[in-house]
């Protein structure tokens, strides 16, 4: 309510930019005003809330709203709570198909369209960028939309947007995908699960994450654009978002059931999120490694080729044309041949190539062992926040260059990783948390 | 963000009046920003949410930041939908004794210091402004205090209005007491459990109405105003807040655990909650109502006054004075000998007379029996919301006026109620919403 005249008269209205772009009218419009009537199934949510199982049709209706930006924060908050309460296996599909039924879906022509997602959590793991090039030098559709960072130092989407442009119209991702197989491409642009997009912006703040809304968030975008084959990698460890097997093996079968109902097929791979992948953490570091592995350099991190050279394996069994289990053999050669490199260059110069130089920022500071030892473990949660400190992934070059790794014997005074920033203050920030604790463990 | 440097500096921050008066600063002060973090018990709210129940230390830091309005609407909505998924007892304890510690709370010079507390729901119940006259006129100290209606047509703070002042200042009403030995004020302006006040403006937007955070709204609120004996009315009806008998014996227990635990005598007495008590709904006609059962008016409705002693009984039976069972003979002879008139005429003038008339609205309509036959039942929620679309609360004299009770024999176009207003436009919606369903079955 603004009692000032003259900001706005009193028969008229103000709002805020969204609001007026969501309305889709054009200023000095005539309008009629009248209380904003709780949608419906807000009583679908109270049921829930009182512990009921919901039919489909009830979820239906649910994300229906909540896709229209028709539910408050603290409607969803609701939702989202009473969910992590318990929601059955079923209530999980129609969950996901809800959130596909309400946005955009991409078609492809053909029969296989594979796709490969990780669950996130481990910083540095830019499988993605590798596996990608791989599958499509192999002569898979791989059409691979990601999201930008939320809360880790860096996305897929933010990692090759340090390669190339990655704001793709529909039509030109459509396109790239018809002449080289695969995109590489941030899918906020497409408007896959919108209600994805509405649910997270309240689940991140109040950091909920429950394995059902993770398994519907990311079904949901895969089905929506159009995938077939997927295949999901679960990383588990200490610090990983998944910490026991037994958990591991909850997970995966929701995964599966989920997927299978919603006629996508899915391999779920376990791999080892004891500690970081790769050197880099931060969107240049981590492009450098990637482009490091593709071209095969010598000194590229072994355990970020490994793992992608894994799981572009398992994708590449997906098709019905490769011997069963050769995909692994198939994968190092197109990786060993310089095809996949090939392939990324054609489809960064496709995207549109960046110009920008694959540098760290130029302000560093080393952190040190406190003690000589053999390193035992590194903390995936304590490094991404040090990074994000640093002010990746907005700030490119920011970020971290690990030294050490599991494994590694360090004398008192080693340097066991560098933090890289553009600005004083990121650098402050993050050197004033690595003092706190640095994340490594040293016995 | 604002963009027009006529409303507001580049270096300048703007407020809404409710957020500046919370600041307590004078305009032009300097100040300097940084982006809030978030509350540290949020963790614990995270801890609740994944099932776990919470120590008594987690609960008081929660209700703390709670009271100090550092969560927002979505982070209350998650820590208030996660407590409906399970409380223990102790939880709920816990939770009481937090949100009297972080309010205000009223001295006593009595050792006894009743209370009588009704948990709602049902229309025209206005038993309280005569027990207290009631139990003022016997001599014991009743400092009652009522909040305004939030979802009702009525709140007994509402309805006292009609006849005195209720805006009582901590100090005017410590007096009024001492010299009278009972008030009915509006609690809102003392500040007893101020958390409660918080979490009411997320939990009736949701409709979440739990019995843990009924009961540790009421006992918080009870004890912060210096009650030791409290008599509450649970009224048990098929549209009631409480439906079964199990669910009333259910919040009886718990009511008598936290109550122990907070060093609160407590009686609970279950009522017939199966249709509104009195004609009168809304603050005029049910203040017109209760002066009627003071006077000893013929006419007077019965139920309420028969409702209302048995109450002042109960109250009265903590009297150490009172011979066993023998407070209801004593609240029937202070209404009848006009002891309670007396006390109530001079609690009104001690609170400020009010000249307004008692008169229903102007406007008027008559809902009509479609058919003859016995009224077998009366939807409280049905006529609560007729009244409440007349304009009630609000509108003082808004509401509706019951010609026919249950067990009323009625021919086919005979007078069910009539709706008062003062505006035609509540009028036309509480007739719109009687014709829907008039809330009256006829058999």
Chains 1, 2 share one sequence.
Not at 16 to 25: P, S, Y
Not at 48 to 64: F, S
Not at 102 to 124: A, M
Not at 325 to 353: T, V
Request: net charge negative; glycine share 10%.
């Amino acid at each position: 309510m603004v009692d000032d005249p003259t900001m706005i008269g009193i028969d008229e209205i103000g709002l805020g930019e969204q609001a007026f772009q969501r309305l889709g009218l054009t200023e000095g419009t005539e309008v009629e005003i009248a209380q904003a009537r709780p949608p419906a199934s807000l009583e679908f949510v109270r049921r829930k809330i009182d512990g009921e199982a919901l039919g489909d049709g009830e979820i239906a209706a649910i994300i229906r709203d909540v896709a229209s930006h028709r539910y408050s924060h603290m409607e969803i908050a609701a939702w989202l709570v009473a969910c992590a309460g318990f929601m059955t296996t079923q209530e999980t599909f129609a969950l996901t198909r809800a959130m596909v039924d309400v946005g955009n879906r991409l078609h492809w022509q053909s029969p296989l369209v594979v796709d490969k997602h990780c669950i996130g959590g481990i910083p540095g793991n830019r499988t993605s960028m590798i596996v990608v090039p791989i599958v499509a030098a192999h002569g898979l559709v791989c059409p691979k939309t990601s999201s930008r960072a939320i809360t880790s130092p860096s996305g897929t989407a933010d990692t090759m947007e340090v390669l190339a442009n990655v704001d793709l119209p529909e039509e030109r991702l459509t396109a790239i995908v018809a002449e080289h197989n695969a995109v590489l491409a941030w899918g906020g642009r497409i408007g896959l699960s919108p209600a994805d997009d509405v649910l997270i912006a309240v689940e991140r703040p109040l950091r909920l994450d429950t394995m059902e809304q993770m398994v519907a968030s990311i079904i949901s975008k895969k089905v929506a654009a159009g995938s077939t084959h997927l295949v999901l990698d679960i990383p588990v460890g200490p610090t990983a978002k998944v910490r026991s097997q037994s958990d591991a093996v909850r997970l995966r079968k929701l995964f599966e059931y989920v997927s299978r109902h919603m006629g996508l097929t899915v391999k779920v791979v376990f791999t080892d999120g004891a500690q970081p992948v790769g050197r880099g953490v931060g969107p240049v570091m981590e492009a450098r490694d990637v482009m490091a592995v593709l071209r095969n350099e010598p000194d590229a991190p072994e355990d970020l080729r490994d793992h992608a050279v894994m799981l572009a394996g398992h994708v590449l069994d997906f098709d019905p044309a490769i011997e069963g289990g050769k995909g692994y053999a198939r994968a190092l050669e197109l990786l060993a041949s310089g095809a996949a490199l090939a392939a990324m260059e054609r489809i960064i110069a496709a995207q549109g190539a960046c110009e920008q130089q694959l540098v760290p920022g130029p302000l560093w500071y080393e952190v040190k062992a406190a003690r000589a030892g053999r390193t035992t473990a590194i903390d995936c949660e304590r490094i991404a926040r040090v990074a994000r400190q640093a002010g990746a992934p907005m700030d490119k070059a920011a970020g971290i260059d690990l030294l050490v790794k599991v494994g590694g014997i360090v004398r008192a005074g080693d340097v066991l990783y560098r933090i890289h920033a553009s600005s004083q203050t990121g650098l402050d920030f993050a050197r004033d948390l690595a003092s706190e604790d640095p994340g490594y463990a040293i016995a």
